[in-house]
């Protein structure tokens, strides 16, 4: 029954990124190419598709990738090695896709770093009227920590919630450093 409601879960998101494009579905870093024609057009919705369904991204990751013809190269950051493995796997098997680039890093296992990224989540996501953001199944403003060092990733509704999370994520100690990489949806 879990995995069922997890698929649907699942599911949603990837409609949703499919339909509003990858940047506008979770993180900034996230977002796909500017296809220059239908083929890398149909390779960037796949790629998109297959990374949104991977089973251990998380709020804690970064995923992007760029297509330069029939070439995918994935860049961002993960806390998971897994994670980056299979998002190699399952884009090589992507039709059209004939090279794979794996530039995404594995962030550095540090215990204060996950209390750092348990503490912005509560940050960020426990800000009144920010509920509107946690109540989808990949959070779509997305918090890398590095070594003390946070960045902030993804899409927000507007300039104010971009300053809100912002200014939140500052808020936690321990921190040395928050950079905004939040991009305002274009509607």
Same mark, same amino acid.
């Given at each position: $029954?879990?995995?069922?409601?997890?698929s649907?879960?699942?599911?949603?998101? *990837?409609?949703?990124?499919?339909? %509003?494009?990858f /940047?506008?579905? &979770?993180?900034?870093?996230? *977002?796909?190419?500017?296809?220059?024609?239908?083929?890398?057009?149909?390779i /960037?919705?796949?790629?998109?598709?297959? @990374?949104?369904?991977?089973?251990?991204?998380?709020?804690?990751?970064n995923? &992007?990738?760029?297509?330069? &013809?029939?070439?995918?190269?994935? %860049? &961002?950051?993960?806390?998971?090695?897994? %994670?980056?493995?299979?998002?190699a796997? *399952?884009?090589?098997?992507?039709?059209?896709?004939?090279?794979?680039?794996?530039?995404?890093?594995? @962030?550095?296992?540090s +215990? $204060?770093d996950?209390q750092?990224?348990?503490a =912005?989540?509560? *940050?960020?996501?426990?800000?009144?009227?920010? !509920?509107?953001? /946690?109540n989808?199944?990949? +959070? +779509?403003?997305h918090?890398?920590v590095?070594?003390?060092?946070? %960045?902030?990733?993804?899409?927000?509704?507007?300039? $104010?919630?971009?300053?809100?999370a912002?200014?939140? /994520?500052?808020?936690?100690?321990?921190?040395?450093s928050?950079?905004? =990489?939040?991009?305002? !949806?274009?509607?």
């Amino acid at each position: $029954m879990r995995t069922i409601a997890r698929s649907l879960c699942v599911f949603s998101l *990837a409609v949703a990124g499919v339909v %509003t494009g990858f /940047a506008q579905s &979770g993180s900034a870093n996230r *977002a796909g190419p500017q296809p220059g024609n239908a083929s890398e057009t149909r390779i /960037a919705q796949e790629v998109h598709h297959q @990374l949104v369904l991977l089973p251990y991204y998380t709020v804690f990751d970064n995923l &992007g990738y760029k297509i330069e &013809g029939s070439t995918v190269t994935l %860049t &961002g950051q993960v806390t998971q090695p897994v %994670t980056k493995d299979d998002a190699a796997s *399952a884009v090589k098997h992507i039709e059209g896709v004939t090279r794979v680039v794996n530039q995404i890093q594995v @962030l550095p296992l540090s +215990p $204060m770093d996950w209390q750092i990224r348990r503490a =912005e989540f509560r *940050a960020i996501y426990g800000a009144p009227g920010f !509920e509107k953001y /946690a109540n989808q199944a990949v +959070p +779509p403003i997305h918090i890398i920590v590095d070594n003390g060092h946070v %960045t902030l990733v993804g899409v927000v509704l507007n300039q $104010m919630d971009k300053q809100l999370a912002y200014t939140r /994520a500052n808020a936690v100690p321990n921190v040395f450093s928050v950079t905004n =990489e939040l991009q305002v !949806e274009n509607r």
